[in-house]
């Protein structure tokens, strides 16, 4: 009898259903078309409605009475179910004989061992409360079954103690748990897919596989089955009644990761990791090899979506056991379109920093990045900008999610929890990459005042062609009238801008791309001048930063002027094929530098004619190029000497490089003198710490060949290595007086100076070199050699400390250093005082360092004096230079806001 009204049920409630749509038509069409038939309609079918949901309630009421009655043949397993009825689901719990049997000894249940991934502390069972957008005839069966379950309780209370069946109770997602281990995980998507399997085996389990199936029913065509979990726990085997029943945030994940296409089998998803932002804390995927196909790309970020979805659910909402599917997807969609809304307006500028110039290009650029990164949104923003402030503009060139990234299922009013269609999904993501544009200018104008445009290009690239959907220019006066706590109509927010998009039922189509980031408005010319050519003269605020009065001081290339006329000289050459060839292009060679006022351009025009008559340079305008900038004695010697040092002969180098070099050095041609130095920096950064440490220099600076340096260094090198210790030195010191703060130039000293067996001089000199060094690989080179001094003076501790800080600074030197350290601690066995191999705190590697007179690099002075240099040389503008001090501080921290504004700076334009 229960199984003939269990089906009479099914059969009534759909009808009902059915009738429900019918009155609503009925009443729409009514009002639409002032049609009296249509109220008729309406009227007759909700009368059948509710004519059918009282007789189903009456009939279930019922049937609670007659189960009181007959509890002592009903297995409790059955109650309980009913009891635990799925929110938002009509008849979520199957009848007694519809129910499975676990009647008999408590078996170990597949899914409770791997329950400790997914959830928190179970929920004792307890009535389920129907959310206020719920229908009550969609809560009736959960209110009629806690109404069945508590005669049991009543009639016999030792039965639950005494039974041994299991007790249904519900978990949580325990998201720190679960985000922490995909984070930590070699494989998160092995653990993704256990997560899922889990949820499904306990659904099964306590659902029946009817409702198991709707999860399997999510899957993608072609995906791999939903297997069920195998993780063991570690522990016993869990008794029956721990069985936890899925809750509504659980199934919501599993089903959004299965959409996301986590068993595809259409394509080979990449190795990844998944990292947690220190910003945001939202969850991203990284992909760990280099070559993606378009399709594994929309996989990987749709898998990415759905872990942020997991995020909001188990965060947002205040008490998680009032929660249904529905309020999570509500809630998903719910923060596509309120992006807008974490911008708090105009009037709120973003904070800087102490020492930064609010308006300087540094500062601009990093609140924008660090905005960027603290965003709270559904889907990675991958997004370029650029930024001139001088003249008020700021460029987004937005990569916008692909509507194939947006769910696969979707809340609708009326309706409930739906497959979204496509049309529903492009729609989606029009409107969610305007809010995103919108966004993205109020951050652009929050950054400074200064900021009058705000340029937002949004394109897709798939695997076919590439596509503009929108190009807008926002400017500060029409925005600041936009409310961004409510942009709800679009149309109406976009149309003061006159944005380039055009917009067809609610979708965005494809348009002409009219503005690119390497525009002049975004990315001056000239901001890439060579440093040395260039006349502009820096501001007092940005010359005592930065050392120099004026951006040539700043200059680290000798041979810049050669390079730029090498340029126009390639670009004027005549074709080899064609007649006089050679006539005009020495005529062409003389004409741009023969009476340059540069002596070394002159030199090099006249070597450079020579060749070309003579026939000893090539026609390749490469190979014109670099003999006119490379091609005099002193660099030819330095290419043959690295060819004989290559091949291990030394004898060789020396052979080559001393009959250019010692008449150079005979002549004192850059030897310091008559209120004149000759240096030589190998980087930008070198070089504005040169000029902050000698500000109060009188002295000229020029500049000395890249090969008089190399020439010196090779000689030190070849007359180590042929054992000739003094001649070794005397080149390791010259190295070092034009290059004081070269890494090269000081650690060759050093080596010098230890075959020399001057060891006391050798640690003050790297001590000396520390306390100035600047680059991680620097630092690291200068701790690696430390420790070997450390070493062999006896101090176990302080090399050990020193080793440390080596790899932590230079990574790729953690081989090296492991089969050193293990070699010297089987040496030191037994031995008291011996090398530990148990890693030491940062505190006690620096207690360390310190009580042994070495320092801790960088410096607080250096480090303090580098950012300084930093944000100068951004705000100065000249690129060349700020390039090499965030490269380098980006290599101290790679943080993202770091990465994001070394990003914003553009290339060399394309002459």
Known sequence: MTHDRFSSRHILLPGAGALALVAALGCYQSVALDSVGWALTAGVAA????????????????????????????????????????????????????????????QPQPGAATAELAVGAPVSARPAHASSAVRDDVAAPAEAAQAAAAPAEEASPTDSAAGSEPAIARSQLDYDAVSERIVQSPDPLAELKLLVGDIRTRMAQTDGEDAARELDAARLPGDAPLVPATRDSGGAATPDAAILSPSPVERFVARMLVEAGLFSTDTELPRMSVVRSPHSQMLFVRIEQRELSYLARLRVLKIEAALNAMRYACTYFDDPHDVTEADCYKLTQGLATSVCAQSPGLDV????????????????????????????????????????????????????TPERVFPSSVFVAGLGVVQSSREMRRKAASAYAQRVAILLAATAFRASRKIRHAWVIGTVDDAHAHRCYLCVDFDRWRFARLDLNHVDDLPRAMRPFVPNMRVENDILRPVEQTVDLSDPRFSP???????????????????????????????IEEADKRSLIAGDIMLNLCPPEERDATQRNVRMVMELAGNDPDPTVRSAAERLVRGMIDGTVGTDPTDIGEEFVRGDALDRACERAKDCLTRHD????????????????????????????????????????????????????????????????????????LRQTDAALAHARRLRQMAPLDKHANLQLVRCLEEAGRTDEAMATLTEFLRGAHDPEAIGLGYYRMASFQMARGNTLAAQACYQSAMSFMPSITPVVVMEVTGLAAQSQGERGG???????????????????????????????????????????????????????????????????????EGVPDQ
């Open 650 to 721: 030394a004898a060789g180098a020396k052979d080559v490089l001393e009959p250019v070099v010692s008449p150079v050095d005979a002549a004192g041609l850059f030897s310091d003198g008559g209120g004149v130095v000759w240096r030589y920096f190998a980087s930008y950064v070198d070089r504005t710490l040169y000029n902050r440490q000698h500000a109060d220099d009188g002295r000229a600076l020029l500049l000395v060949p890249d090969a008089y340096f190399a020439a010196h260094f090779y000689l030190s090198v070849a007359s180590l290595a």
């Open 835 to 905: 090398l530990a191999l148990s890693p030491m705190s940062q505190q006690e590697v620096e207690a360390t360092l310190g009580y042994h007179g070495v320092p801790v690099a960088p410096t607080d002075e250096v480090s303090k004096t580098f950012l300084e240099c930093t944000r100068a040389s951004m705000d100065a503008e000249v690129y060349p230079v700020a390039r090499n001090f965030v490269s380098v501080l980006a290599a101290f921290d790679p943080d993202d806001v770091i990465l994001q504004v070394l990003d914003s700076m």
């Open 349 to 400: 500028p973003l904070e800087s920093e102490e020492g930064e110039d609010p308006d300087g290009e540094w500062a601009v650029r990093r609140k924008i990045a660090a905005a960027i990164e603290d965003m709270q949104l559904p889907y990675r923003l991958e997004q370029h900008f650029r930024v001139n402030v001088a003249d008020g503009n700021v460029g987004f060139h937005v990569d916008l």
């Open 525 to 555: 010319t000239w901001r890439h001048m060579p440093v040395g050519l260039s006349s502009r003269r820096l501001p007092k605020r940005l010359a005592r930063a930065l050392g120099a009065p004026s951006v040539s001081g700043l200059a």
């Open 47 to 106: 009368l059948g409605a509710s004519t059918i949901l009282a007789f189903t309630r009456s009939a279930a009421q019922d049937r609670q009475a007659r189960s009181g009655q007959a509890q002592a043949a009903t297995p409790p397993h059955a109650a309980a179910l009913g009891a635990h009825a799925a929110p938002g689901e009509k008849d979520g719990a199957p009848d007694a004989a519809a129910a499975p049997s676990h009647q008999g000894p408590a």
